[in-house]
């Protein structure tokens, strides 16, 4: 009863995308809180502008002291063992907004780097990994209604658009510096998965050797994108 309250107050705050975190704590440390009103509860996570302010607003809310490394190795275990259904905005297509929220899911829940695979599950060690294009693979072929990947994408087809000069400030077009691929998810942030240090990383975007900004075939984008597209392919008219 209580974890079906902070999912729809979760959902009514405009954080639904934190609800496991949320029913996490509530589940692992909220045994002994009285009166408790999810609608309040949430309100911490709407209003925390990272975990560790979170985790110290729970704690002097309601007279705990959960440990927040303890936490975060915890939520990453449980996050890395499944895939978050609420991150998704609209599970009936395939769009920009929801390939950001699943590269971040992905950076949040540890999953690792490796050659072959587009989000599931190792046999061998139960961890997730995706290699560089697998990571927009697996978004592609994730059913969220069925909680499975399918086959219906194998090979990661893109388009490089321009320079990152020209590039719209909409979460979830692709990076591109010639040999991997990036997912923007705003405030000059990007996700990849990330051969040389072996997981999914986030870095500023500035930070990397990104030359260019791409689309993906099989994704949805705004109508934000498609105007820069077209004043893309209208200056080079107009050069030629």
């Known amino acids: 009863s209580a974890g079906n309250d902070i999912a729809n107050a979760m959902d009514e705050k405009g954080v639904k995308v934190q609800t496991i975190k949320a029913q996490l704590i509530y589940m692992s440390y909220f045994e002994d809180v009285q009166n408790f009103n999810a609608e309040s509860y949430a309100n911490l996570f709407a209003n925390a502008p990272n975990d560790s302010d979170l985790i110290a607003a729970i704690n002097s809310t309601y007279s705990l002291d959960i440990d927040y490394d303890e936490f975060i190795r915890t939520y990453t275990f449980v996050m890395n063992s499944t895939i978050n259904a609420f991150m998704f905005s609209d599970t009936s297509t395939k769009n920009c907004a929801d390939l950001a929220a699943w590269a971040d899911n992905a950076y949040i829940s540890g999953w690792g780097y490796m ?126």
Request: aromatic share 12%; hydrophobic share 30%; charged share 20%.
């Open 115 to 240: 050659n072959g695979f587009i989000g599931e599950r190792s046999e061998t060690d139960r961890i997730r990994y995706a290699d560089n294009a697998g990571l927009v693979l697996g978004y592609l072929n994730y059913d969220p209604m069925e909680k499975v990947f399918d086959s219906a994408y194998s090979t990661l087809v893109y388009t490089e658009q321009g320079g990152l000069d020209t590039m719209p400030e909409v979460a979830g077009v692709g990076l591109f510096d010639g040999s991997k691929h990036g997912i923007y998810i705003g405030n000059n942030e990007m996700i990849y998965s990330s051969e040389a240090v072996g997981y999914i990383t986030k870095d500023f975007v500035s930070n990397g050797g990104w030359s260019s900004w791409c689309t993906y075939e099989g994704v949805d984008y705004p109508q934000e994108v498609t105007d820069a597209i077209e004043s893309l392919n209208e200056d080079s008219s107009s050069e030629n």
